[in-house]
């Protein structure tokens, strides 16, 4: 019964269900299920690309075939929903209404029949995902910042008063802003002015696999790289960094324990390194976009390497930077792994990032995890706001 | 007259091209003088020199001797050289927690490959959607889609996995059952699902900025020969966004292999990626250097090869719309 509480009664499949097939799909070798899963998807895309294809036609056959999908496409995703025993009705019931305002829908649509058929099939998939993978996640978690640790308890804003008063919420505020001040500056300064250095150079393309490559390589990667240049230990150094000082008739120094936010700059100087290769291929592909014409045009004006780069190159590339801009300060915002990896939050390194996941999978406290992440969507809010302006703007030129 | 112009022309033709090619060639040479200055090429340099050492000293690192890397730096290997190839036999075989390395990096491949594939294909349907087919609210919903990236990852995963494990029962009546595979060995279904659904805002925005960007007059002219939207997506817009949607395949790749937040979160414990692996490695083998740097140089070569074959659409391809002013 659709009704019915899942746990007083064993639901029994339908016969075939998506679960059913992912089921069976674990079952088999991790390589195997590569083929297998990316046909039966690319089967399903077909379907979709049919109907589209055959939707919009006229004629008597293509109308039945309209009318059969409308209803065949609802009742299949609640059967592929695993459906419960008895439910059959209800499923029916359900795909039937579905269907047919669908089809009436269609039918009636403005555009001529089959127009909204196709656009609900080209919308679909992705718009499912993001109902069920964004839209009703995010209003979960601000409804669940208001309760208490077991989510049961309202208890106002209590959550977010402990985010800015108890030391681990308030540290990971104040370090996720010098990440996302810091980061994304550095990182798009320094692949600007190298994507500038090496335009035209020789070895251009080594020059920029080097930068690039550690980009590729991922935050656990990149942690475990840096850990081994920030060593700390009694005696002969391994880490560069102490090695270095060590050679100079240094103390060695507990990098990744030293406070106050050394460590916490020290964390950030891995996500500049990894994040310049990214600013750089994008800014570099951007200057040779430049028209070389302007560029001739200011140096035949006189102007020299600096002026040309202020008054033509930034300009023509203002597009870009921004997208950069805005990327990596997304990425420095959302920063868990490289906090996981090296510190694990010890030592006042913590993020909001981090510390959520941290709250929750630690100490099962959803209400303040909730709370940490709302203030995080609340951080990023600008960001974006700024970008769709610029995207309006953009399609208002169009 | 016209005759022997006609005879004479190629020769002439030729040397002139030879001519002009060995002109424009002295003419670039003379403009790069001009445009790069000696500074910016060493300054250059010396970025990519502290660029590469930390990835190098590890690298150095992974080939030498497990107990000469607990006691000497990297940097010794020069006075004093000794290698060996037994960290890299040693880091697939033995694991961290549960699973080898080895087996991780398997499941590292079985996770990614599929994302990327099925992201690909979801987003450029309805990217194809928002640029070609006239709708109201079209504006609307497509700035919506592109701020949903406001939504961070960490805020969607504890509601997602309940969605995933528990279903969704709204006062009694179940409108999703779950799904029920947390106990299923080697199922990625999942890590594939939440993989996807976090990659679509960014997807969506990049590849309607490129599909949007196709001449009008191609997609006439299929409309024109009677095709439907169906084949005009199947065989103009794949074909023509290929380089879009090589360079996004490249960042998802990279992006979804280098993920731990994500899989850490949804995969069972026998589905476990790579970057689990090392992560738990490093907690477990503590100081086990000669391990570590092995396991890290196994999980970079994919993404580095990957990078490597499609880098010649990774600039062209993306940026054409994305950063068009």
Same mark, same amino acid.
């Given at each position: ?8 009664t064993?639901?029994?499949?339908l ?7 992912f089921r069976?799909?674990g079952?088999l070798n991790?390589?195997?299920q ?13 379907l979709?690309l049919?109907?589209i294809?055959y939707a919009?036609r006229p004629?008597r ?5 309209r009318?059969?999908a409308c209803?065949?496409l609802p ?6 929903l695993?459906p419960y025993?008895n ?5 029916l019931?359900?795909a039937v209404i =579905?269907?047919?305002?669908? %089809?009436?829908?269609?039918?009636? +649509?403005?555009? $001529? !029949? *089959? ?6 099939l080209?919308?679909?998939?992705a718009?499912i995902?993001?109902l069920?993978g964004?839209?009703y996640?995010?209003?979960s ?15 106002g804003?209590?959550n977010?008063?402990?985010t800015?008063t ?9 370090n ?6 810091l980061?994304?500056?550095f ?5 600007l ?12 393309r080594v =020059?920029?696999?080097?930068i %690039?490559?550690?980009f590729a390589i +991922?935050?656990? $990667? !990149? *942690?475990?790289?840096w850990k081994f240049i920030?060593d ?9 960094l102490?090695g ?6 240094g ?8 406070q106050?936010?050394?460590n916490t700059?020290?964390l950030?100087?891995?996500f500049?390194?990894?994040q310049?290769?990214?600013a750089?291929?994008?800014l570099s ?8 014409e302007?560029m001739?045009a200011?140096e035949?004006?006189g102007a020299n ?6 008054n033509?190159?930034?300009p023509?590339i203002?597009?870009s930077?921004?997208v950069?801009?805005t990327?990596?300060?997304i ?13 694990g939050?010890r030592n ?7 510390e ?12 303040h ?5 709302v203030?995080l969507?609340i951080?990023v ?9 610029q995207i ?7 | 007259?016209?005759i022997s ?7 002439v033709d030729s ?8 002109d424009?060639?002295r ?16 300054a ?5 020199f502290f660029?590469?050492?930390p ?11 497990g ?7 990297w940097w010794t290997v020069f ?9 890299y036999?040693q880091a697939l ?5 549960a ?6 990096f398997?499941?590292?491949?079985a996770i ?11 987003a ?5 959607a928002?640029?070609?087919?006239d ?21 969607a995963l504890?509601?997602?996995?309940s969605l ?10 179940t409108?999703?059952?779950g799904?029920?595979l947390?106990g ?6 999942t890590?594939?699902?939440?993989h996807v659904?976090?990659a679509?805002p960014?997807?969506i ?9 196709i001449p009008?007059?191609v997609i006439?002219a299929a ?7 169906g ?5 103009l817009?794949?074909p023509?966004a ?6 996004f ?5 990279i992006?979804?292999w280098?993920?731990l937040?994500?899989a850490?979160?949804?995969a069972?414990?026998?589905s476990?990626p ?17 391990l ?6 196994i999980?970079?070569?994919?993404p ?6 499609l ?10 719309g994305?950063t068009?002013?």
């Amino acid at each position: 019964m659709v009704t019915r509480a899942p746990v007083e009664t064993r639901p029994t499949t339908l016969g075939f269900s998506l679960n059913s097939f992912f089921r069976w799909l674990g079952g088999l070798n991790p390589i195997v299920q590569i083929p297998i899963i990316v046909v039966v998807f690319g089967a399903v895309v077909g379907l979709i690309l049919l109907l589209i294809e055959y939707a919009p036609r006229p004629g008597r056959g293509y109308f039945w075939l309209r009318l059969a999908a409308c209803f065949l496409l609802p009742v299949l995703a609640f059967m592929l929903l695993r459906p419960y025993q008895n439910a059959v009705i209800y499923v029916l019931g359900i795909a039937v209404i =579905l269907g047919a305002v669908l %089809f009436w829908a269609d039918y009636r +649509s403005r555009q $001529g !029949a *089959g127009y909204l058929f196709q656009l609900i099939l080209f919308a679909a998939p992705a718009t499912i995902l993001l109902l069920v993978g964004l839209i009703y996640p995010a209003i979960s978690t601000l409804v669940q910042s208001f309760f208490d640790k077991t989510g049961d308890n309202f208890v106002g804003l209590d959550n977010y008063i402990w985010t800015f008063t108890n030391p681990e919420g308030f540290w990971s505020v104040i370090n996720t802003l010098i990440w996302v001040l810091l980061a994304p500056t550095f990182a798009t300064a320094i692949g600007l002015a190298y994507a500038v250095f090496i335009d035209r150079a020789k070895g251009e393309r080594v =020059l920029k696999i080097l930068i %690039f490559m550690p980009f590729a390589i +991922s935050f656990v $990667g !990149a *942690g475990i790289i840096w850990k081994f240049i920030y060593d700390f230990r009694q005696g002969d150094q391994i880490g560069l960094l102490n090695g270095i000082v060590t050679a100079f008739g240094g103390q060695p120094v507990t990098w990744l324990a030293a406070q106050p936010l050394v460590n916490t700059l020290l964390l950030v100087v891995v996500f500049i390194w990894s994040q310049t290769g990214l600013a750089m291929v994008i800014l570099s592909a951007a200057i040779k976009a430049v028209p070389p014409e302007q560029m001739e045009a200011a140096e035949l004006d006189g102007a020299n390497a600096w002026e040309r780069f202020r008054n033509v190159t930034v300009p023509g590339i203002r597009s870009s930077l921004i997208v950069v801009v805005t990327t990596i300060a997304i990425g420095a915002l959302k920063i868990y792994d490289i906090v996981a990896v090296m510190t694990g939050g010890r030592n006042d390194t913590t993020v909001l990032a981090f510390e959520m996941v941290n709250q929750q999978q630690r100490f099962q406290s959803y209400g303040h995890s909730a709370a940490l992440a709302v203030v995080l969507f609340i951080f990023v809010l600008p960001l974006i706001i700024f970008n769709v302006r610029q995207i309006r703007k953009q399609r208002e030129i169009r | 007259m016209t005759i022997s112009t006609e005879v004479v022309e190629p020769v002439v033709d030729s040397r002139s091209a030879r001519q002009v090619a060995r002109d424009t060639r002295r003419h670039e040479a003379m403009a790069r003088k001009r445009l790069t200055s000696k500074g910016a090429t060493i300054a250059a340099i010396v970025i990519a020199f502290f660029w590469t050492i930390p990835t190098f000293g590890l690298f150095i690192t992974s080939f030498r001797p497990g107990s000469d890397t607990q006691s000497s730096g990297w940097w010794t290997v020069f006075v004093d050289p000794a290698f060996t190839l037994d960290n890299y036999r040693q880091a697939l075989t033995s694991g961290g927690t549960a699973l080898t390395l080895g087996a991780s990096f398997l499941n590292s491949l079985a996770i990614t490959i599929p994302v990327v594939v099925f992201a690909l294909a979801v987003a450029s349907l309805i990217a194809y959607a928002f640029a070609w087919i006239d709708f109201k609210g079209r504006n609307f919903f497509f700035i919506f889609i592109f701020a949903l990236q406001i939504v961070p990852l960490q805020m969607a995963l504890v509601p997602l996995l309940s969605l995933f494990s528990r279903g969704l029962t709204i006062n009694d009546v179940t409108i999703f059952p779950g799904l029920e595979l947390r106990g299923i060995e080697h199922s990625f279904a999942t890590v594939w699902i939440a993989h996807v659904i976090f990659a679509m805002p960014l997807a969506i925005f990049l590849l309607h900025n490129f599909i949007a960007e196709i001449p009008h007059e191609v997609i006439e002219a299929a409309r024109v020969d009677g095709a439907g939207h169906g084949q005009i997506f199947f065989r103009l817009i794949l074909p023509l966004a290929a380089p879009a949607l090589a360079s996004f395949a490249v960042l998802e790749f990279i992006w979804v292999w280098n993920d731990l937040l994500v899989a850490t979160i949804f995969a069972p414990s026998s589905s476990l990626p790579l970057t689990q692996s090392l992560n738990s490695l490093s907690g477990t083998w503590g100081d086990q250097w000669f391990l570590q740097s092995a396991g890290t140089f196994i999980s970079i070569l994919v993404p580095l090869i990957v990078f490597f074959a499609l880098q010649r659409f990774f600039v062209r391809g993306l940026l054409a719309g994305a950063t068009k002013g």
